[in-house]
């Protein structure tokens, strides 16, 4: 199995939306040292539909823009399918409504809130503006959720009952979710919280103008002993080696014990091998890894590996990127990237 | 696609298991009734499952001083009873997947967590919000039972299960497992019962699908799944049905409201159909989503009018058994279609009167054997425009 | 009668969210519903119904209720003036 990236989108804390540019004004959005909020664009600007966006929270808002952004760059390819993935999904709103009902005793609540907080409120929203009735899945399984939702459009192109599929990785952060999280001492050892919404159009045919091919990707549990046994029978079900990888684009969050895995397979791995990481741009969230596959997909078809992902190691004619993602130390996943030749 | 039904689990307001909620079923006994539970200023019935959360970990063999949504109990219940229904042994080797779909997550616990917060910086127990994500559930589940292949979660609201038991069968297609647990939850909590209440779109009374004075859904808790795989069971070895065929489409007409005239639930029932290369008049018996509400029966009735013309097949609405239970509703009415199939019977919607008007349309209100059932639609609609099919065939 | 419109109109943008609109671009006789007016809908009318029990102590207990008294500001305002104790 594999599908090219027609076109891609990105709102994170960094300058990504709507330009040319590939992290080379890398800027602190930061709320503060341990928490990344996105840069947003002006949304009256990036969704039109007035009626619908007076509803739309921040989460959504993103998502929904992120979204319309990559389809209108899609070199006129519409989704046949829009798939959703998010771990916490609209938060923001869910709390809302959790608090009107302990503020107002259950009376009298606003159904607004409700509405908004369900997880499929993003990829309903998309589908309403573009018009499409076609499949429309949310995948909301943690460290999983973006990657459930690849593979899935992976299975749809195969399948031949979708060209296009329109994926996307959403979340946002709230200040209860940052209190819980601090609470937790999330960040005691050096992770940060992040948001953002990354969309591809994921194309099972080749065109000149595609930023890259996915090749494959696996999930797996982080207590899988043998983590260079998992990567190596990753590579052979694509039909490679590791030296056949000429860039790992790895998501540590920076909390040592949240990293334990993939620092441990990171340390296994030749040490000419060329690294970046990419997690300290976009901080922790469940689907972090779509940023992860944005800047892969990035890296190869502007062929620089950009300062601001930390390259260790020498990276020239970049053709070929192994993803590595962790999530808490649980939900692992690799995803395979090659330059379109 | 055609993979087959070889275990089956449920827990809800009808039954602990297979057998209870049969039983039930076919002695048109309700679930519906008084919450206990916890106390909300909404006086509604539900279906709610009466073991309380102590009782269900009491019931699984888990420590009763940890902290468990009643989700991930739900959940575990069913899967349990599908897997060991399948007889599948989780450490013989065999690639199994665990693909569950929720719409609360682990709000049951969550909802607590705001309650301690309020006015409190740092109030709440952290033990109550950790599970809130519709993952943990999952995981929870998977950890409990030994699953550890792939693990995935959907939620898109009252569409979830049904999806998730597409998803499994495509796995299986892709030869990316060998056996898939696909089914879905959703416990009772005030997050829900407030909300559908801010909707106006609970019934006061026991709900009354496809019924002209229908005023809206009772909800309900449960959790239903299914065992799956690719390969026709050995003879002797059992085999409930198969999964015929499935489609999901969206709605795209409105955030909450489904269409009138109900195109995507057409576009779901047809294309399931399709998929199945079934032709509509060999459909022997449709369990509607049938939820009660105003907006729903009239469009689910006109889509079914459109797709089957005059010769509507039999269909009812298993809901006022066990309330809409949400999430989990296609993972249970997945499980109801399988019964349907393998001891060849029709649940009754019973609380019928009436026909809408402008439909005309009559759920069948009596238990039927021996009623030649080979083909069952199973359908589920949800928020945001998610509409989806499955269709279940005998072998 | 006027000072209840105008309040409205204010109460209308503040609790629909309507962004792009101000209170006194709201047409009293145009319909809230719709094409042609504001373009309210179905959660919407959940919301006004919030509204009336919120501030001006009416309760209406079936959306469908709703239908002509939500028809447009001038409506509403009559709806509350006639019941309103």
Redesign the interface.
């Known amino acids: 199995?594999k599908c090219y990236i027609r076109n891609m989108s990105a709102i994170s804390p960094q300058p990504t939306f709507a330009t040319d540019s590939f992290l080379t004004d890398v800027v602190e959005t930061v709320v503060d040292a341990n928490c990344l909020k996105a840069v947003e664009p002006d949304y009256?600007e990036c969704i039109k539909e007035?009626?619908?966006?007076?509803?739309m929270s921040h989460v959504i808002k993103m998502g929904v823009a992120s979204a319309l952004n990559c389809v209108e760059g899609a070199q006129g390819a519409m989704p046949d399918a829009?798939i959703t993935a998010t771990?916490?999904?609209c938060l923001a709103d869910?709390?809302k409504?959790?608090?009107s009902?302990?503020?107002n005793?259950?009376?009298?609540?606003?159904?607004?809130s409700?509405?908004q907080?369900?997880?499929?409120?993003i990829?309903?929203?998309i589908?309403?503006i573009?018009?499409?009735?076609?499949?429309?899945?949310?995948?909301?399984?943690?460290g999983?959720?973006f990657e459930?939702a690849v593979?899935?459009a992976m299975?749809q192109l195969?399948?031949g009952d979708a060209s296009n599929v329109l994926v996307g990785g959403i979340d946002e952060v709230t200040d209860?979710e940052y209190?819980?999280m601090e609470?937790?001492g999330f960040w005691r050892s050096g992770a940060k919280m992040g948001e953002g919404a990354q969309f591809f159009m994921l194309s099972s045919t080749v065109s000149s103008q595609d930023v890259a091919q996915i090749s494959g990707l696996c999930?797996f549990?982080a207590?899988t002993s043998d983590y260079s046994q998992k990567v190596q029978s990753f590579l052979a079900s694509c039909g490679m080696t590791l030296a056949d990888v000429d860039l790992v684009l790895s998501g540590e969050c920076g909390d040592a014990k949240m990293d334990a895995s993939l620092l441990s397979w990171k340390a296994s791995i030749p040490a000419n091998m060329p690294t970046a990481t990419f997690k300290h741009l976009c901080g922790e969230y469940?689907t972090a890894s779509s940023f992860g596959v944005w800047c892969a997909a990035n890296i190869l078809k502007n062929q620089m590996v950009p300062s601001a992902l930390r390259p260790v190691g020498k990276s020239d004619n970049v053709r070929r990127i192994l993803v590595f993602n962790s999530y808490r130390n649980?939900n692992c996943s690799l995803f395979l990237l090659e330059k379109v030749e | 696609m055609g993979s087959y039904v070889v275990g089956i689990g449920v827990i809800s307001a009808i039954g602990n298991n297979v057998e209870e909620n049969f039983d039930s079923l076919v002695s048109k006994r309700t679930g519906i009734g008084a919450l206990t539970h916890f106390s909300t200023s909404h006086d509604v019935p539900v279906g709610q499952i009466d073991l309380t959360n102590d009782e269900l970990k009491e019931m699984l063999g888990l420590p009763k001083a940890k902290t468990y949504s009643r989700t991930a109990l739900l959940g575990m219940v069913a899967v349990k009873e599908a897997l060991r229904d399948a007889g599948i042994d989780v450490h013989a080797g065999l690639r199994i997947g665990l693909i569950s779909s929720t719409s609360a997550g682990g709000m049951d616990l969550s909802e607590n967590f705001y309650v301690e917060m309020k006015g409190k910086k740092d109030g709440g127990r952290l033990r109550n919000v950790v599970s809130h994500d519709c993952g943990d559930s999952t995981e929870q589940i998977a950890s409990a039972l030994g699953i550890n292949g792939f693990l995935s979660t959907i939620s898109t609201a009252c569409s979830s299960s049904a999806n998730a038991l597409m998803l499994a069968d495509r796995l299986l297609n892709h030869d990316q497992l060998d056996v898939v647990v696909a089914g879905g939850i959703d416990p009772l909590c005030k997050f829900t019962i407030n909300g559908f209440s801010s909707l106006m779109i609970l019934d006061k009374e026991l709900c009354r699908p496809f019924d002209a004075t229908r005023a809206g859904l009772n909800l309900g808790e449960a959790a239903g799944f299914v065992v799956l795989q690719r390969n026709k069971p050995a003879d002797g070895k059992k085999c409930y049905c198969r999964l015929a065929g499935y489609a999901n489409a969206n709605d795209a007409f409105h955030q909450t409201a489904t269409s009138p005239d109900g195109d995507g639930p057409l576009l779901a029932m047809s294309g399931a159909l399709k998929k199945a290369g079934i032709r509509p008049e060999e459909v022997d018996y449709v369990n509607v989503h049938g939820t009660g509400t105003g907006n729903n029966d009239q469009s689910e009735g006109t889509a079914m009018k459109r797709l089957f013309g005059e010769n509507v097949p039999r269909f009812s609405s298993t809901k006022v058994y066990t309330g809409h239970t949400l999430g989990a509703a296609g993972g249970i009415e997945a499980v109801y279609s399988a019964l349907a199939i393998s001891r060849d019977v029709i649940f009754p919607t019973f609380n019928f009167k009436n026909p809408i008007e402008e439909l005309a349309m009559k759920p069948e209100t009596e238990v039927i054997r021996n009623a030649g059932i080979k083909v069952v639609m199973s359908n589920s609609f949800g928020f945001g425009g998610n509409v989806s099919s499955l269709v279940f065939s005998a072998e | 009668m006027e000072e209840l419109i105008s309040n409205l109109k204010v109460q209308l943008v503040e609790s629909l969210n309507l962004e792009d609109v101000t209170p006194a671009e709201i047409d009293t006789e145009a319909p809230l519903f719709g094409d042609g007016g504001l373009g309210l809908d179905s959660i919407d009318a959940l919301e006004i119904i919030i509204l009336l029990e919120k501030h001006y102590g009416l309760h209406i207990g079936d959306p469908k209720e709703g239908k002509n008294i939500f028809y447009s500001v001038r409506t509403l305002a009559e709806y509350i003036t006639a019941n309103q104790k």
């Open positions: 199995m009256k007035a009626g619908l966006r007076r509803r829009i771990g916490l999904g869910t709390e409504f959790l608090q009902i302990v503020e005793d259950e009376k009298l609540l606003n159904p607004t409700f509405i907080s369900t997880f499929n409120t990829g309903g929203q589908a309403l573009l018009k499409r009735q076609c499949y429309n899945f949310t995948y909301v399984h943690r999983f959720s459930s593979l899935d299975m195969e399948e209860t209190r819980v609470r937790m999930t549990l207590d469940q649980k």
